[in-house]
């Protein structure tokens, strides 16, 4: 399932995903497969988007059950 809030989130703070990426560690790559529902990220990984955006867990990953 793709991650648009995380993308909007992103996108609200006129980050690119290299940007992203950069603040938290990883490849731009992994930014785009996370996005593009494509990678599951830990927790860690989770974690530190959200202090990098100013988000909750919930605001960027959690998604309701239909």
Request: proline share 2%; net charge neutral; hydrophobic share 40%.
């Amino acid at each position: 399932m793709k991650n648009l809030k995380l993308k909007a989130a992103r996108a609200g703070r006129d980050l690119s995903q290299q940007q992203l990426a950069e603040a938290v560690g990883v490849s731009r790559q992994t930014i785009n497969a996370i996005e593009k529902g494509d990678y599951n990220p830990t927790i860690k990984l989770c974690l530190a988007i959200c202090r990098a955006l100013g988000c909750t867990l919930d605001e960027l990953f959690w998604t309701e059950e239909e």
